[in-house]
């Protein structure tokens, strides 16, 4: 009977209690799961600079391919790699004998030249006083006419091969000219002041110049001053303008921040796998000659620049509230930011949709230029039980706990 009456009540009290005791545990769980805590932003004031981020090679402002006009063996040279040249400085020679003999012929052939006029002056006179004197004989019937007539034509004709020696004399004269500038070409020189960036050629080499010169040397003209070649995409090229500002990194100095200006847009379009872009142009100034040509630059062209505006991280216009995540998390931008809104966490500890106009962005903030907000205000960014974004604009946030209510 004890037995009996232990086992009976025992059911009803583990009844009870689990009638109790889950009603309890839901309700805990519910409370839990409302128990939210917000992580928040102040919206502050600060500078915001929007930019177009390129990679580009660095180059000298002007680069000289210095080649050979003749062919021949190379048989001296006097300028190597990072050799500094002056203008009409001897940077290397040509084997030049066959061209010294070319020159010794020509020279030969001008003054056979001047010598045939002297010839030719010389028939001139002879065939004159044979003319002067047939026509004085024709008058005693001494000589016939015919023989007048024949010392008349050798007469013009010997006036006449005075001008064809004379233009021998011009033919002979720039030929040898020509074989003179041959010569001359033999000697290379520098046509620039600036630094040899590189020798292609080498003692006892053979150059052929016979298509088009062969490249001996590469000068730059001045390292001080050089440009960057970047290429940006046709989404961007509408907000460059020459003399925008910039800045670029290169891997040799990765802590150092370079500076320089948008010098020049060029409207040629250049087209890679259906990408078109259009080249830029930046003006450099390398005057501790860190910067050297070849290296790759980081660059970003700053387009806009706001200063002392309010700033929203860009963590704050992604946030949205739960059963609201199927609307776009992405910002958008000045066009269409009538769309954009804002979590206000109010003193009261409620939400407040603030609806926000944006205006300059870059990647961690955006201008706040229209919406229902102070500077102060605690943006929502997040969760504390959620995964800590990556944007660095939610760095440094405020911790919260509330009930999630929605104030409107």
């Known amino acids: 009977m004890v037995k009996l009456f232990h086992n009976k009540y025992v059911k009803y009290i583990?009844?009870?209690?689990?009638?109790?005791?889950?009603?309890?545990?839901?309700?805990?769980?519910?409370?839990?799961?409302?128990?939210?805590?917000y992580r928040t932003v102040r919206l502050e004031r600060g500078d915001i600079a929007s930019?177009?981020?390129?990679?580009?090679?660095?180059?000298?402002?002007?680069?000289?391919?210095?080649?050979?006009?003749?062919?021949?063996?190379?048989?001296?040279?006097?300028?190597?790699?990072?050799?500094?040249?002056?203008?009409n400085q001897v940077i290397a020679q040509i084997d030049s004998m066959l061209l010294k003999a070319e020159v010794e012929k020509a020279r030969a052939n001008y003054k056979a030249a001047l010598a045939n006029v002297d010839k030719a002056k010389v028939m001139v006179t002879d065939t004159r006083r044979t003319l002067n004197r047939y026509k004085a004989l024709v008058k005693e019937n001494l000589v016939s006419q015919s023989d007048v007539d024949t010392a008349q034509t050798n007469y013009d004709s010997a006036v006449a091969q005075i001008e064809v020696a004379r233009a021998q004399v011009d033919q002979t004269r720039s030929t040898l000219d020509f074989s003179?500038?041959?010569?001359?070409?033999?000697?290379?020189?520098?046509?620039?002041?600036?630094?040899?960036?590189?020798?292609?050629?080498?003692?006892?080499?053979?150059?052929?110049?016979?298509?088009?010169?062969?490249?001996?040397?590469?000068?730059?003209?001045?390292?001080?001053?050089?440009?960057v070649n970047t290429s940006v995409d046709e989404a961007d090229i509408g907000r460059l303008e020459v003399g925008q500002e910039v800045t670029f990194t290169v891997d040799a100095y990765p802590s150092e921040v370079f500076k320089g200006r948008v010098s020049q847009i060029r409207n040629a379009p250049q087209v890679v796998q259906n990408v078109?872009?259009?080249?830029?142009?930046?003006?450099?100034?390398?005057?501790?000659?860190?910067?050297?040509?070849?290296?790759?630059?980081?660059?970003?062209?700053?387009?806009?620049?706001?200063?002392?505006?309010?700033?929203?991280?860009?963590?704050a216009l992604r946030y949205r509230p739960y059963g609201e995540e199927k609307e776009s998390r992405q910002p958008k931008g000045i066009e269409t930011s009538a769309q954009n809104r804002v979590w206000a966490l109010l003193a009261d500890a409620k939400l407040k949709s603030v609806p926000v106009k944006l205006g300059v962005n870059n990647v961690r903030y955006y201008e706040l230029t229209e919406g229902d907000l102070k500077e102060g205000d605690n943006l929502v960014v997040g969760l504390s039980g959620e995964k800590r974004s990556s944007n660095p604009g939610a760095t440094g946030s405020k911790m919260y706990r509330a009930r999630r209510y929605l104030g409107h």
């Not at 209690?17 to 545990?25: K, Y």
């Not at 590189?198 to 001053?225: H, K, W």
């Not at 630059?297 to 505006?309: G, L, Y």
């Open 14 to 37: 583990i009844l009870i209690l689990a009638l109790i005791g889950i009603p309890c545990v839901i309700y805990g769980l519910i409370d839990k799961k409302n128990e939210l805590g």
């Open 51 to 87: 930019t177009i981020l390129a990679t580009g090679t660095l180059n000298p402002v002007i680069l000289v391919q210095v080649g050979s006009q003749i062919s021949g063996n190379i048989k001296r040279l006097y300028a190597d790699f990072n050799s500094v040249v002056k203008k």
């Open 180 to 227: 003179r500038t041959r010569l001359d070409y033999a000697i290379i020189r520098s046509p620039v002041d600036g630094i040899v960036l590189s020798r292609n050629v080498d003692v006892g080499q053979t150059v052929a110049a016979s298509l088009q010169a062969p490249t001996l040397f590469t000068i730059a003209q001045d390292l001080t001053e050089m440009q």
């Open 276 to 315: 078109v872009t259009y080249d830029v142009i930046i003006e450099v100034e390398n005057l501790d000659l860190k910067l050297k040509p070849g290296m790759t630059a980081n660059v970003s062209i700053v387009v806009a620049k706001k200063r002392n505006v309010l700033r929203i991280p860009n963590a």
